[in-house]
Nanobody, 123 residues
Framework: QLQLVESGGGLVQTGGSLRLSCAAS????????IGWFRQAPGKEREGISC????????NYADSVKGRFTISRDNVKSTVYLQMNSLKPEDTAVYYC????????????????WGQGTQVTVSS
């Protein structure tokens, strides 16, 4: 059974850092593109970063470009999102998603989703 589990969320002060992990099980991560999304209270879920199946290509939303870095370790079946210089507006539930054919920052490009991890940035 294909499963994605996010971890690494928590409470951090403005300017701090967190590293989120997305651990995959039940499938070979190598063949899947991974996207990171977030959803703040009262707002729609938005794509913030994605990485191609073998990590050769990455993309970022303007809101996180230069502060967040996506990477993957296919041996460990894990994708990471390093988040630096965090701001209160980064507060949201963060989700990872996987797809074998899609790649991008749109929700409809991904078939499999994790349950999310909460990130709270205090001012």
């Amino acid at each position: 059974q294909l499963q994605l589990v996010e971890s690494g969320g928590g409470l951090v002060q403005t300017g701090g850092s967190l590293r989120l992990s997305c651990a995959a099980s039940g499938f070979a991560l190598d063949y899947y593109a991974i996207g990171w999304f977030r959803q703040a209270p009262g707002k729609e879920r938005e794509g913030i970063s994605c990485i191609s199946s073998y990590g050769g290509s990455t993309n970022y939303a303007d809101s996180v470009k230069g502060r967040f870095t996506i990477s993957r370790d296919n041996v460990k079946s894990t994708v990471y999102l390093q988040m630096n210089s965090l701001k209160p507006e980064d507060t949201a539930v963060y989700y990872c998603a996987a797809d074998r054919t899609g790649w991008g920052l749109r929700i409809d490009e991904y078939s499999y989703w994790g349950q999310g991890t909460q990130v709270t940035v205090s001012s």
